[in-house]
């Protein structure tokens, strides 16, 4: 399917979960990417705001995780990832995103690689507690040269950080987007899908150093 960005579409609205069948006009399928550090939400995001079931692979952790997966400041989690998330949600009768939340875990991270071919954008889900856990996967997107925007999921004091400090200590260059949000809440989920795509659209409008230069 073609994954070119159409022109500016309205908000999409949020039907229920389980009950909408994809429109036969659908010709536009866009491969979105949720990276982020282990606990941070991913799985959240997805769940929230998928206009499908949302196929997640969770398992119970047990204590053959203990001194493998990192769960400081995240201590009361019972389950993860062990594979990816998937849902969907449509930007209009022909655009639709197709969701892929990546498994957090370090001994994880030699799949995201294979997730990200055909990728044509990613969210990096932000826990202010833990900040280090996103750098590599800012690092891993860079490398792909994987458009992506970085969403601050809020536990409580993610607001505390001024934009300006979180950019400086996630050295992120300036035109990749920051936005704060909620990751339980299907609106604000629906926003951060929103805010990747308007710099999706941003980008592929931009003419190349090539073009400015022809």
């Not at 536009?28 to 769940?47: A, Y």
Request: charged letters at 25%.
């Amino acid at each position: 399917m073609d994954s070119a960005i159409s022109d500016p579409a309205p908000r999409p609205s949020l039907p229920d979960q389980g009950a909408t069948p994809l429109a036969r006009t659908a010709d536009n399928g866009l491969k979105i990417v949720v990276v982020g550090g282990f606990g941070v939400g991913k799985t959240t995001l997805v769940r929230s705001v998928s206009e499908i079931r949302p196929l997640n692979t969770e398992e119970t952790m047990t204590s053959a995780g203990q001194g493998v997966d990192d769960t400081t400041g995240v201590d009361g989690k019972t389950a993860t990832t062990v594979a990816f998330d998937f849902g969907r949600i449509s930007i209009d009768d022909r655009s639709v995103l197709y969701l892929f939340g990546a498994p957090g875990q370090e001994r994880f991270w030699f799949l995201w690689d294979r997730l990200f071919a055909g990728t044509l954008g990613a969210v990096v889900l932000v826990d202010t507690r833990r900040l280090a856990d996103s750098w590599y996967a800012i690092d891993r997107l860079e490398h792909h040269g994987t458009p992506f925007v970085v969403a601050v999921n809020d536990f409580g004091d993610a607001t505390s950080h001024t934009p300006e400090a979180l950019r400086d200590a996630l050295d992120l260059p300036e035109g990749v987007p920051l936005v704060f949000c909620d990751a339980r809440e299907r609106t604000s989920s629906r926003d951060v899908l929103i805010a990747l795509v308007e710099h999706l659209r941003t980008l592929h409008s931009s003419p190349s150093p090539l073009q400015e230069t022809a």
